[in-house]
């Protein structure tokens, strides 16, 4: 896991928070779960600073993707990915 740095709104004001995730993804998506953010700026990862600009990102958008995610749908996924993982027929 690696350590993010997001620049956010909340409350009208400019803040940064951090959060420990897989991916860029991850980070963006661990945001979108914290109703008190209002907008994401800009995402750096602390191990090499790599900075994604997100500034144009529409927040409100993604929050109600995510909630009409059907969570059996997305458990069954990953109970795919797993059998996948675990297949070893071709080692």
């Known amino acids: 896991m690696d ?6 709104i ?9 959060t420990w995730c ?3 993804y991850s980070a963006v998506d ?3 779960g914290m109703d008190m953010v209002e907008d994401i700026k800009t995402i750096t990862r602390t191990l ?15 929050r109600n993707l995510k909630e009409n995610i059907d969570d059996t749908v997305l ?3 990953f ?10 027929t071709h080692w």
């Not at 909340?10 to 951090?18: R, T, Y």
């Not at 109970?79 to 070893?88: P, V």
Request: hydrophobic residues 35%.
């Open 22 to 24: 897989s991916s860029v």
């Open 48 to 62: 090499d600073g790599k900075i994604w600009d997100v500034k144009d990102m529409d927040i409100d958008y993604l």
């Open 79 to 88: 109970k795919t990915l797993e059998d996948l993982i675990n297949d070893t």
């Open 30 to 32: 661990s945001m979108v």
């Open 3 to 8: 350590e993010y740095v997001i620049d956010v």
């Open 75 to 77: 458990s069954d996924a």
């Open 10 to 18: 909340i409350n009208g004001q400019s803040d940064s928070l951090k």
